[in-house]
C-alpha cells in the first residue's frame, strides 16, 4: 500500500487519455529531433542545438491545456521542418 501511495503522489494524479497521447507525441517528437541533431557536422552546433532544444521542451514543460500543447507540438514540428532542410543544406 505505501508503494502505490509514494508512486501515486510522485507522478501525480492519473493522466487522462487525451494528455496521455499528447504527451507520447511530444515525446517522441522530441526523441526524433534530438536524433536528427545528429546529422550536425560541427559539434559546437550540435551541441548548442541540442541544449536549445532541451531548454524549449523544459520551458513548456508545466503546460496542461491540450490546445496549446497541441499548438505547441505543432509549431516545433513547423520550425523542425525548417531546421531539417537547412541541417540537409550544409
Known amino acids: ?5 509514494s508512486t501515486r503522489r510522485r ?26 541533431t545528429g546529422h550536425i557536422a560541427d559539434a559546437r552546433t550540435r ?3 541540442r541544449r ?3 531548454d524549449e521542451f523544459e520551458r513548456h514543460r508545466n503546460v496542461t491545456d491540450i490546445a496549446h500543447i497541441r499548438y505547441l507540438l505543432s509549431t516545433g514540428k513547423t520550425e ?6 537547412y541541417i540537409g543544406g550544409m
Open 11 to 36: 507522478l501525480g494524479g492519473a493522466l487522462s487519455l487525451d494528455h496521455f497521447l499528447q504527451r507520447t507525441r511530444v515525446l517522441a517528437f522530441y526523441r526524433t529531433v534530438l536524433r536528427g
Open 52 to 54: 536549445y532544444v532541451r
Open 80 to 85: 523542425w521542418e525548417s531546421m531539417e532542410r
Open 1 to 5: 500500500m505505501l508503494r502505490t501511495f
Open 47 to 49: 551541441a548548442e542545438t
